[in-house]
């Protein structure tokens, strides 16, 4: 029986594919429906399949699952761990940490600790990948929950969404802000502040996006890994740029790319870019 569990959702995406504890991870599907059709083997709709912007025809969203395919969860998972440590996309964007622990308060036998990663995509990949690290190492559940908690608020992350749309048809602005955004081919700057998505400023195309993400980096002294999430279809050249880019500022910083997977691009919308930073130890954000 292995001492520690580690769950998290699809839209967890590994800088390194693989990595000490592996195989202490457990991944749960978050469900992608379209027009209230469940999707829920991610081969049956790619990300570059998706239309550049929601309609009413064409409405992706992204659901947790419910609290009862939680208990079934922590019911199986009770039979070979000790205790569970859940780690989440941001509580602000999906269900899953609370309707997890609803699961946990209810299920019998069941140690779980929840954590919401204020995070999502790379950012979220990164925690989960330190919590493993340590579980292979023996730590404790309590100490691995210190740790990942400590590094929730050295990771930044910043998105250029092209429209509004998908974030629309999930709930998280208005149908108005969508259309007026979609008309003018704009891009909105966010900004995930303490796990919610906070809009920054609009911009004309996406090269405005990549700037804006050279001039985010260089708030930064010193950072521990970068990772550049790339729109479907992935467009070599950004990536190009920004390892550039990042070979002049930051010589020393691990960088990786990664394509935008269907939980996040069914959330936010498939051309969506982002830049995720690591800060490193005593270093601060400028």
Do not use: W
């Amino acid at each position: 029986m292995n001492p520690i569990c580690i769950i998290t959702d699809s839209t967890a995406q590994f800088p390194q594919p693989s990595f000490p504890g592996r195989h202490l991870v457990r991944v749960i599907p978050l469900t992608v429906e379209v027009n209230g059709k469940k999707c829920e083997q991610f081969d049956e709709v790619k990300p570059n399949s998706l239309p550049l912007y929601a309609s009413q025809t064409i409405s992706p969203q992204l659901k947790a699952p419910p609290p009862e395919y939680f208990s079934q969860i922590f019911s199986e998972l009770n039979l070979t761990c000790r205790e569970t440590l859940c780690i989440f996309l941001s509580a602000e964007l999906s269900l899953c940490c609370s309707n997890a622990a609803e699961a946990a308060r209810t299920q019998r036998g069941t140690i779980a600790h929840i954590i919401d990663s204020q995070t999502t995509s790379i950012g979220l990949g990164i925690l989960v990948q330190a919590a493993a690290e340590a579980a292979s190492k023996g730590l404790p559940l309590i100490e691995i929950d210190k740790l990942v908690r400590s590094l929730i608020p050295r990771i930044y992350a910043v998105f250029g969404i092209p429209g509004l749309s998908y974030l629309h048809h999930n709930g998280f602005v208005d149908r108005a802000q969508a259309f007026v955004c979609e008309m003018l081919g704009l891009y909105t700057i966010f900004s995930l502040e303490d796990g919610k998505l906070s809009p920054i400023e609009k911009v004309r195309n996406q090269r405005h996006v990549l700037d804006y993400f050279q001039e985010f980096l260089d708030e930064f002294d010193y950072l521990q890994h970068i990772a550049l999430l790339q729109s479907a279809p992935a467009n070599p050249q950004d990536a190009h740029l920004i390892r550039e880019h990042i070979q002049q500022c930051f010589p020393r910083s691990p960088f990786t790319a990664h394509p935008i997977n269907l939980p996040l691009a069914t959330l936010f919308g498939p051309r969506t870019l982002g830049i995720f930073a690591v800060e490193g130890g005593n270093f601060r954000r400028r």
